[in-house]
Nanobody
Framework: EVQLVESGGGLVQAGGSLRLSCAASGFTSDDYAIGWFRQAPGKEREGVSCISTRDDNTYYADSVKGRFTISRDNAKNTVYLQMTSLKPEDTAVYYC?????????WGQGTQVTVSS
């Protein structure tokens, strides 16, 4: 069964850090580009960061550049999103997505809440 499972969300004070994990099963994640997205209440889902296949190029939304770092551990079939200097506006449900050609898989999401 193909699955993406996010974990690591929680409640943190502004300025704090969290590390999200996106664990893949049923497929080899390094064959896929992996993206992190987030959706705050009443807002559209937006792209946060992504990492390409093989060459591990990384991309970040301007709102998180310099604060978030995406990385992958192919041995664990897992992609991470290290989030530092968190702000209340980072509060959202965070999702990961795996994409290869016309195939995509989504995880179920993990809640991140940043208190001021």
């Amino acid at each position: 069964e193909v699955q993406l499972v996010e974990s690591g969300g929680g409640l943190v004070q502004a300025g704090g850090s969290l590390r999200l994990s996106c664990a893949a099963s049923g497929f080899t994640s390094d064959d896929y580009a992996i993206g992190w997205f987030r959706q705050a209440p009443g807002k559209e889902r937006e792209g946060v960061s992504c990492i390409s296949t093989r060459d591990d190029n990384t991309y970040y939304a301007d709102s998180v550049k310099g604060r978030f770092t995406i990385s992958r551990d192919n041995a664990k079939n897992t992609v991470y999103l290290q989030m530092t200097s968190l702000k209340p506006e980072d509060t959202a449900v965070y999702y990961c997505k795996a994409t290869r050609l016309w195939v995509e898989y989504w995880g179920q999401g993990t809640q991140v809440t940043v208190s001021s």
